[in-house]
């Protein structure tokens, strides 16, 4: 799983280093590669975190995640358009560790139904040449 962390919040260097910390590649803003998530982390001054993108797996996983780690409120706010892969989050600066855990269990299982998802696409390839082969 790629994933790229936009920003310049505590939080999002957090992140970084988590992810690469557990093997996953982290793409900078400068990588031509596609990344299979996108999280922009910035800071905010509101005492709730603020997410907005596009409701599925990952904003799903993201508002519990971070509502149960950090204990604060989360506010949703629905883009208008977009991919369901791309997340931003707003926060204030005093919800770092809490933040980033969060957005890390979040994309651990987005990514966990994707990375199943590829792992099944693979294995019935497989099966299916195997049966086309052995008629």
Not at 111 to 118: D, F, P, V, Y
């Amino acid at each position: 799983m790629t994933v790229q962390v936009t920003g310049d919040h505590a939080a999002a260097q957090m992140l970084r280093a988590y992810l690469k910390s557990i093997g996953y590649e982290v793409l900078d803003v400068t990588s031509r590669a596609v990344a299979d998530f996108i999280v922009q982390i910035e800071q905010g001054t509101q005492p709730n975190v603020v997410l907005e993108g596009v409701r599925g797996r990952l904003a799903d996983e993201a508002l519990h995640s971070i509502a149960l780690i950090a204990g604060v409120p989360v506010e949703w706010r629905a883009a208008i358009a977009g991919s369901e892969n791309i997340i931003r989050v707003i926060a204030g600066a005093n919800q770092n560790e809490a933040l980033g855990r969060g957005l890390l269990q979040a994309l651990l299982a987005a990514g966990s139904i994707r990375t199943w998802g590829a792992i099944r696409g693979r294995i019935l390839g497989f099966l299916s040449r195997f049966l086309r082969k052995s008629n």
